[in-house]
């Protein structure tokens, strides 16, 4: 393995191709590098259904226990299953996954005990340092006394946690669940377990090639399947499950989907009814109606960059009670201001399930206005495009603010061109009152981005 490690060691976690990038001698070495950095005497790692998942976690384990931690392996989880037991254990953690990335991709998602995160400002950029002077100077020496490697089954507990959240006392409900061979056909079963739901499973079986399709069902194509059982089987909702099952992604009973954006205002308005006055999160790329629905219902919305780091700290720093992002991230308070898509997906049920209307009708007062969805477009020089967009903006009786790349703001429309960090792209988004304008707004700046002048 090379010395080099940037190309593995990203914003929030390591990813990277198995074995050409990264392999179990070089996870040893992050493990020994994770405790080194978090001063952890004991830790917790799980890791997700992907072939090179569990020699990759017993790596790491033997990794953090050469330095003196003890470490608890949960073995097969979702990424906030671990998340639970770093938070109910109070542990710092490790999930081995690469979350929707295909099947000769591996990861590591790292946190601090109590689920609070490891990126690069919090601890990831000093573990990378340590590994990559370990892979080109030796392997750190053995502690005094070498840590113990236990297991410990955690699922019931998680689940049993996560109900004891959401009063789900529900009338009988019929749910497709695509669990895209992910880790959801694991968590599932137990979570949904005697709750009054007929449930309509999908692509259950844990296998980390995917067979069937890509772990991501933010990618449209990826939900087909499952719009299509919910209309054949005359089901109340759908629900869909990325690849480590920490994103869950709604569609309806037409087997039309339901904009993450709505789910966040519906679940904000669950919250506040619980905690009054409470501050609700949002990204910048959330719909209006998101601080709307807060403002209407007493709470008190604030917005910050696209990321799970930056959502956590703006949670921790204002006490916020909930948190979402347009990408099917759902943040609670109660859950240690980590993600969990499943307590999103409980709140959808019991929203659903305690009244007794469609779910259509139920989310259209959360849905309110006209979208684009995220598009990409692959540009040469990502700096000059954006700046050809604001310029072409500047002055024209709007807004722009750059918390999060360009963010321009009319009375009937918005947009945001952000640049990816990973990829020549520039990623656009467009919101508008009705959907002819969001339509010409969005043509408008895709012409600019796309122009080869």
Not at 342 to 356: D, I, S, T
């Amino acid at each position: 393995m090379t010395a080099d490690l940037s190309q593995i060691v990203k914003a929030y976690d390591v990813r990277g191709v198995v074995p050409d990038q990264w392999d179990e001698t070089l996870a040893e070495l992050f493990g020994a590098a994770f405790v080194r950095v978090t001063d952890a005497d004991a830790i917790v790692v799980g890791h997700d259904m992907r072939p090179s998942s569990p020699g990759l976690a017993d790596a790491f384990a033997r990794g953090a226990a050469r330095l003196g931690a003890d470490v608890t392996l949960i073995g097969l989880c979702s990424t906030d299953q671990l998340y639970f037991a770093s938070g109910s254990l109070d542990l710092p953690g490790a999930m081995f996954t690469a979350s929707h990335n295909p099947a000769q991709y591996n990861g590591i998602k790292m946190c601090r005990a109590g689920a609070a995160p490891v990126g690069q400002d919090t601890g990831l950029a000093e573990i990378r340092e340590l590994a990559e002077r370990w892979t080109r100077d030796g392997a750190p020496e053995v502690a005094p006394t070498t840590g113990t490697i236990t297991e410990r089954e955690t699922l019931a507990d998680y689940a049993a946690y996560l109900k004891s959240l959401v009063d789900l006392t529900i009338r009988p409900l019929k749910v497709v669940v695509d669990a895209g061979n992910g880790m959801g056909g694991h968590t599932v079963p137990t979570v949904f377990e005697g709750l009054p739901l007929d449930l309509v499973p999908m692509y259950f079986e844990l296998d980390g090639t995917f067979p069937n399709h890509e772990a991501n069902p933010l990618d449209p194509k990826n939900i087909v399947d499952l719009q299509a059982r919910v209309l054949a089987e005359g089901a109340d909702l759908g629900l869909a499950f990325d690849g480590d099952a920490d994103r869950c992604f709604v569609v309806d009973e037409r087997g039309e989907p339901v904009p993450p954006s709505a789910i966040t205002a519906l679940v904000a308005a669950r919250e506040l009814a619980k905690n009054p006055g409470g501050t609700i999160i949002h990204n910048l790329i959330t719909s209006w109606s998101v601080p709307e629905v807060v403002r209407e219902q007493g709470g008190e919305p604030v917005r910050t960059r696209v990321g799970h780091s930056f959502i956590k700290e703006e949670m921790a720093k204002t006490g916020a009670i909930f948190g979402g992002e347009h990408s099917a991230h759902y943040y609670f308070k109660d859950f240690w201001n980590a993600d969990t898509g499943m307590l999103a997906a409980l709140h959808v049920l019991a929203a659903l399930g305690g009244q007794e209307g469609t779910l259509s009708d139920l989310v259209s007062a959360y849905d309110r206005y006209a979208s684009s969805g995220e598009i990409n477009s692959t540009v040469a020089d990502q700096t000059a495009s954006a700046a050809k967009v604001r310029a072409a903006y500047e002055g024209e009786g709007v807004t722009l603010d750059e918390l999060d790349g360009l963010t321009v703001t009319a009375q009937d429309w918005w947009f945001n061109l952000r640049a990816s960090n990973t990829e020549p792209l520039l990623r656009l988004n467009v919101e508008a009152r009705d959907a002819a304008t969001m339509a010409k707004i969005r043509d408008e700046v895709l012409a600019l981005v796309r122009a080869t002048d």
